[in-house]
Structures are given as C-alpha cells and as structure tokens.
C-alpha cells in the first residue's frame, strides 16, 4: 500500500506503509543526509492528518548512547538531545502547541514513546521554546525517573497511602496533566499490582516541568 502525504509547504511525498522508517533522503526540505539513518515519526499515517504543521524526526548515530530528535517548523529543522534511545519499531512521537507557562506564547509540545514492557508503559514530554532564525530548543523535559518516583512516592505518604509505590506506567493524556500509575506491593505480586492512578497537573515555568495538585483515583 502507499500513502501520500502533502507537506506545508505543497510539496507531496509518496512511500509504501510496510517501511515505517523513511530514509531521510526521500524527504523534501529536510535535513542533509549524513551518515546516520534519520526516520520520520510524525506525520504518521497510523495516527491521522496533521493539523500542527510540525514533522518529527529521530536519528540514532552508532557513537551516541542517546537519539536525536529533529522537528520541522516553517522550514526550519532543529535537533535535540531526547536523553534516551529510542530504536525499533515502537518509536513514535506526536506534536501539539499550548501555552503551558501563560505568557501569551505557544510553546512546542512533544509526547513520545518512551519505553514499554511487562506493567512497564511510559511516554516522556519535551517543551521546546522558539529561539533564533526560526528554530525551536529544548527548554524541559519530563520522564518517570528515579528522582521523579521518588516525589510520587513522597506524595503518597502524604495522602496516607503509604503502602502503595509509584509504578513504571506514565501517560500524558493531555499537554497539562500527566496520569502515574500506581502498584501495591504490600497485597499483591512486588511489580506491576496496578490498583489506582496519581494524576498531577504539570506546571511549566519556561524553564522546567514539575508536578502539582495531585489526585489519587482508585482504579475502579
Ligand atoms: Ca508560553
């Protein structure tokens, strides 16, 4: 099967959907060719038109233990470092602007795959600020990591649920709010015994992503 995809600016690109991975090359107004393999995760035909004029790509050179991730914004195609590896098959990512911080500007939103596995199924977000000549850069990042499992944790202590543990399960269901799964190891198996969900509302200050107002729900 092949699909055809209309760029922003006219231009019209044609590929087979039994190749997820498209080489860079094949891409019109992109960046030049190297030796890396660069794959396109947005638009993605799986997941629909876009309507955010943002394309995402991801590279991952042999030497780097951590993958690029390209957007293109009105022509302009600026990388950042994503702090992890993304490769395979799972790798996905997809764009929205909000202004997360008030200031009357839309930052540049990024939920991506971040990893999965048995009671494992975490996405990350990245916020990225316009800067110079049109390009976009990295301004915050949020992932479940150890530091941020341990504010769940330290939360849960507050709400008198000491018993319960931050799981391996993080979700954006919105560029606001992010939904942390929560385990029970006490009454049930040491990993993965789901019983509820915290869910924070992210507070971005133009700098950095933290959580606030959380909200226990037991999972019905
Ligand atoms: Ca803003």
Request: with cysteine; proline share 6%; glycine share 12%.
């Amino acid at each position: 099967m092949t699909v055809a995809y209309t760029w922003p600016d006219g231009t019209q690109t044609q590929w087979s959907t039994v190749f997820w991975a498209v080489p860079e090359e094949e891409l019109p107004g992109q960046p030049a060719a190297g030796e890396e393999i660069t794959v396109r995760l947005w638009p993605d035909p799986d997941q629909g038109e876009d309507v955010t004029g943002v394309s995402i790509y991801v590279r991952n050179d042999p030497e780097l233990e951590t993958s690029q991730m390209g957007v293109w914004v009105n022509g302009v195609t600026s990388w950042f470092d994503t702090g992890a590896l993304l490769s395979g098959q799972h790798a996905w990512a997809t764009p929205g602007w909000a202004d997360l911080d008030g200031d009357g500007t839309d930052e540049l939103a990024i939920i991506r795959y971040e990893g999965h596995g048995t009671g494992a199924s975490l996405e990350a977000l990245h916020v990225l600020e316009p800067g110079e000549g049109g390009g976009y850069t990295l301004a915050a990042t949020f992932t479940l990591g150890e530091e941020e499992a341990a504010w769940v944790e330290a939360t849960l202590k507050e709400l008198g649920l000491d018993q319960l543990s931050c799981g391996d399960i993080c979700h954006f269901p919105d560029l606001f709010t992010v939904d942390i799964g929560i385990c029970d190891p006490v009454n049930g198996p040491p990993l993965g015994n789901y019983v509820g969900t915290l869910t924070c509302t992210l507070a971005y200050d133009g700098q950095s992503l933290t959580l606030t107002d959380p909200v226990y729900v037991l999972t019905a």
